[in-house]
Protein backbone atom coordinates (compact mmCIF):
# COMPACT_ATOMS: atom_id res chain seq x y z
CA UNK A 1 0.00 0.00 0.00
CA UNK A 2 1.03 3.29 -1.43
CA UNK A 3 -0.46 6.64 0.74
CA UNK A 4 -0.06 10.24 -1.46
CA UNK A 5 -1.25 13.47 0.03
CA UNK A 6 -0.80 16.28 -2.30
CA UNK A 7 -0.39 20.16 -1.26
CA UNK A 8 0.29 23.42 -2.34
CA UNK A 9 -2.81 23.54 -4.35
CA UNK A 10 -4.24 27.52 -4.35
CA UNK A 11 -5.91 30.58 -6.15
CA UNK A 12 -3.23 31.83 -8.72
CA UNK A 13 -3.79 35.23 -11.80
CA UNK A 14 -3.15 34.10 -15.36
CA UNK A 15 0.57 34.16 -16.13
CA UNK A 16 1.83 33.07 -12.45
CA UNK A 17 2.96 29.85 -10.68
CA UNK A 18 2.56 26.86 -8.23
CA UNK A 19 4.64 24.66 -7.25
CA UNK A 20 2.37 21.45 -5.87
CA UNK A 21 3.93 18.50 -3.60
CA UNK A 22 3.49 15.25 -3.34
CA UNK A 23 4.12 13.49 -0.19
CA UNK A 24 4.87 9.17 -0.49
CA UNK A 25 4.56 7.11 2.67
CA UNK A 26 4.27 3.13 2.49
CA UNK A 27 6.01 0.71 -0.02
CA UNK A 28 9.67 2.10 -0.95
CA UNK A 29 8.82 5.11 -2.97
CA UNK A 30 12.22 4.66 -5.34
CA UNK A 31 10.25 1.34 -6.51
CA UNK A 32 7.27 3.68 -8.40
CA UNK A 33 6.55 5.43 -11.41
CA UNK A 34 4.83 8.64 -9.88
CA UNK A 35 2.47 10.50 -12.49
CA UNK A 36 0.37 13.83 -11.80
CA UNK A 37 -3.30 14.24 -13.24
CA UNK A 38 -5.75 16.66 -13.54
CA UNK A 39 -10.18 16.95 -13.28
CA UNK A 40 -11.86 19.89 -14.16
CA UNK A 41 -15.61 19.85 -12.96
CA UNK A 42 -17.92 17.62 -15.81
CA UNK A 43 -14.67 16.75 -17.28
CA UNK A 44 -12.61 13.32 -17.03
CA UNK A 45 -9.27 13.00 -15.39
CA UNK A 46 -6.46 13.74 -17.32
CA UNK A 47 -2.83 13.06 -17.36
CA UNK A 48 -0.27 15.64 -16.95
CA UNK A 49 3.01 14.56 -16.40
CA UNK A 50 5.20 11.46 -15.77
CA UNK A 51 8.28 10.83 -14.07
CA UNK A 52 10.40 7.54 -14.13
CA UNK A 53 11.48 5.73 -10.57
CA UNK A 54 15.14 7.15 -11.13
CA UNK A 55 13.90 10.49 -12.69
CA UNK A 56 15.93 9.88 -15.69
CA UNK A 57 12.32 9.72 -17.96
CA UNK A 58 9.77 12.77 -17.74
CA UNK A 59 6.49 13.13 -19.89
CA UNK A 60 4.46 15.66 -20.24
CA UNK A 61 0.81 16.22 -21.89
CA UNK A 62 0.87 18.38 -24.42
CA UNK A 63 -0.94 20.95 -23.06
CA UNK A 64 1.40 21.48 -20.67
CA UNK A 65 5.12 20.80 -22.41
CA UNK A 66 7.24 23.76 -21.46
CA UNK A 67 5.51 25.34 -18.71
CA UNK A 68 4.97 22.44 -16.20
CA UNK A 69 8.05 20.35 -14.61
CA UNK A 70 7.88 17.13 -12.67
CA UNK A 71 10.74 16.21 -10.36
CA UNK A 72 10.87 14.19 -7.48
CA UNK A 73 13.60 13.45 -4.06
CA UNK A 74 13.65 9.72 -3.14
CA UNK A 75 14.87 10.74 -0.15
CA UNK A 76 12.30 12.44 0.96
CA UNK A 77 9.06 10.72 -0.85
CA UNK A 78 8.46 13.62 -2.07
CA UNK A 79 7.33 13.75 -6.33
CA UNK A 80 6.49 17.83 -7.45
CA UNK A 81 4.67 19.63 -10.47
CA UNK A 82 6.31 22.91 -10.99
CA UNK A 83 3.72 25.39 -12.46
CA UNK A 84 4.73 28.23 -14.61
CA UNK A 85 2.90 30.68 -16.98
CA UNK A 86 -0.87 29.19 -15.46
CA UNK A 87 -3.91 29.32 -17.77
CA UNK A 88 -7.60 29.26 -16.80
CA UNK A 89 -7.54 26.04 -18.22
CA UNK A 90 -5.05 24.82 -15.90
CA UNK A 91 -7.81 25.04 -13.62
CA UNK A 92 -8.75 21.40 -11.96
CA UNK A 93 -8.27 19.49 -8.96
CA UNK A 94 -4.51 17.97 -9.35
CA UNK A 95 -3.48 14.42 -7.97
CA UNK A 96 -0.82 12.52 -8.05
CA UNK A 97 -0.59 9.14 -8.40
CA UNK A 98 2.00 5.98 -8.34
CA UNK A 99 2.41 2.97 -10.59
CA UNK A 100 5.09 0.17 -11.35
CA UNK A 101 4.28 -0.54 -14.82
CA UNK A 102 7.77 -0.47 -16.95
CA UNK A 103 7.66 2.52 -19.82
CA UNK A 104 5.51 6.05 -19.66
CA UNK A 105 1.91 5.51 -18.44
CA UNK A 106 -0.43 8.08 -19.42
CA UNK A 107 -4.03 6.01 -18.70
CA UNK A 108 -5.81 6.39 -14.85
CA UNK A 109 -5.98 2.58 -14.79
CA UNK A 110 -2.13 2.12 -14.92
CA UNK A 111 -2.27 3.71 -11.82
CA UNK A 112 -2.51 2.19 -8.35
CA UNK A 113 -2.50 4.15 -5.94
CA UNK A 114 -4.20 8.29 -5.86
CA UNK A 115 -3.66 10.79 -3.54
CA UNK A 116 -7.35 12.58 -2.32
CA UNK A 117 -6.09 15.57 -5.15
CA UNK A 118 -5.37 19.41 -4.40
CA UNK A 119 -7.62 22.52 -5.99
CA UNK A 120 -5.87 24.70 -8.36
CA UNK A 121 -7.94 27.97 -9.44
CA UNK A 122 -6.15 30.23 -12.10
CA UNK A 123 -8.24 33.55 -12.49
CA UNK A 124 -8.22 35.33 -15.62
Known amino acids: QVQLVESGGGLVQAGGSLRLSCAAS????????MGWFRQAPGKERDFVAH????????YYADSVKGRFTISRDNAKNMVYLQMNSLKPEDTAVYYC?????????????????WGQGTQVTVSS
Open 26 to 33: GRPFGNYN
Open 97 to 113: ASNRMSGVQIRVASYAY
Open 51 to 58: ISWNGYTQ
